[in-house]
Every structure is written in C-alpha cells, then in structure tokens.
C-alpha cells in the first residue's frame, strides 16, 4: 500500500516555472514506478511523465517534453515535476501516481492532486 501527497501547484504567469513535489509514504517506494497525470475541466486524465523505479527511465508526453522533468529520491519517498515555460494549457489538476509495472495503464495508487493553474 503507498499513500501519495501531492505539493507545489499554485497559480503562475505563462513562461514561467513550478515544481510539483509528490511524498510517498510505505517502505516500498523504490521498488515502484512514479507518473505524473493532469485533468483539465471537462477533459480526460492525461499522462504526462513516468519514471522508473531506479530514475534509470523516464517517459514524457509529447506536449510536455523539452519543457517538464521528473525525477525521484528515494532516501526521501519522493517524485519531482520541475514544469518550465509553461503555458495556459498547462493548467490542471496535477496527479501522481504509483506503479508496479512500466506502462499508462499500469497505476495502482493515485494522490488527491495539486492545482496548476497558468495565466496568460
């Protein structure tokens, strides 16, 4: 069982910069997967980026990629979305989730989110 709590969304201008923290609790957070999702209002749940259990994969949707980086430290049970330039159409409602498996559709816990929200 992982319990994720998501951090750091706020409100931003366009152009620029957040980072979305996610605190894992449960000994086992290594041994998982880590994604970030979005949902913006009356639109579906979108992937955005997803790292591998050791930091050694990453994966980024094409609207994200070049501008967001995941990363993770494991010491400290928590997964990172640096998000730079972004955009109004970057805001959403930011999930983490947690995997055993590699893959969109492999997430088995899921945070409550954290608020992005780009003015332009």
């Known amino acids: 069982q992982v319990q994720l709590v998501e951090s750091g969304g706020g409100l931003v201008q366009a152009g620029g910069s957040l980072r979305l923290s996610c605190a894992a609790s449960?000994?086992?957070?290594?041994?998982?997967?880590m994604g970030w999702f979005r949902q913006a209002p009356g639109k579906e749940r979108d992937f955005v980026a997803a790292?591998?259990?050791?930091?050694?994969?990453?994966a980024y949707a094409d609207s994200v990629n070049g501008r967001f980086t995941i990363s993770r430290d494991n010491a400290k049970n928590t997964v990172y979305l640096q998000m730079n330039s972004l955009k109004p159409e970057d805001t959403a409602l930011y999930y983490c989730?947690?995997?055993?498996?590699?893959?969109?559709?492999?997430?088995?816990?899921w945070g409550q989110g954290t608020q992005v929200t780009v003015s332009s």
């Open positions: 790292i591998s259990w050791n930091g050694g994969r990453t």
């Open positions: 989730a947690a995997a055993r498996e590699w893959g969109p559709s492999s997430y088995d816990y």
């Open positions: 449960g000994r086992t957070f290594s041994s998982y997967n």
